[in-house]
């Protein structure tokens, strides 16, 4: 669940685990019954795997009623802290690192990587155009408008071919970007920018990278020794 900057949320799950979030936080709630009680008002964002029974209200379910075989599994990690447990991850005091991209959180099944605000538009000459081959991404836009640029690779069949697409979203909006697109993602016009990708598995090459601020925790017990 992603808590945004001035709301205030208290969770509880099962029977009497709880916790409190205060924005910005990431706030990664175990499976089972859970209760959301707004503290102070604001918004958030709740996140669900394709495990769970809320796919069924989904009103894209039928864009996967086929099965990617492209897209790794979910892993069936166990969540560092045992089960029923909730975690409050802060980013208030996340500082910004030369080298290092975003705030980059994860679980046992999802990696979000949650940027700092920007201001006015993205640097034309610096864009990052970039294919995932195993996995999705959802882009969800809190502030401002951006553009996503999508190429998707030809094959040798030319009745495949698609053109390149310039979609420009408001805030808020959540795009969702599947393996084997060629994609980057812009900041257009003045004013406070803000984005937050999500993506399903977590991502190894952050992990590789040693960009995520909690991967010890998903650590084996051996490792090193």
Known sequence: MLV???????????????????????????????????????YMVRIFTARSSVVAKAVNKQTY?????????????????GPGTVRVLSLAKVPEVPGRLGRIYRSGSLMV???????????????????H?????ASVTVAGAYVHHVRRPWTKRLRDWRGDEHVQVSSPSVTLIP??????????????????????????????????????????????T
Do not use: C
């Open 4 to 42: 945004f900057e001035g709301s205030e949320i208290e969770v509880v799950a099962g029977a009497n685990e709880r916790g409190t979030a205060t924005g910005p936080s990431l706030v990664v709630v175990p499976p089972g019954t859970a209760r959301m009680t707004v503290r102070r008002a604001g």
């Open 65 to 81: 009623s086929a099965e990617n075989y492209g897209i790794t599994p979910l892993p069936t990690l166990p969540e560092p802290e």
């Open 113 to 131: 990587n949650w940027f700092a605000p920007q201001d006015g538009p993205r640097d034309t000459d610096d864009l990052s155009p970039h294919v």
């Open 133 to 137: 081959a195993d996995f999705e991404q």
């Open 179 to 224: 393996p084997g697109n060629v994609h980057t993602t812009r900041a257009v016009g003045e004013g406070l920018h803000q984005l937050i990708d999500v993506f399903a598995p977590p991502r190894s090459d952050f992990i590789d990278q040693g960009w995520v601020l909690n991967q010890s925790a998903y650590e084996p017990e051996s490792k090193g």
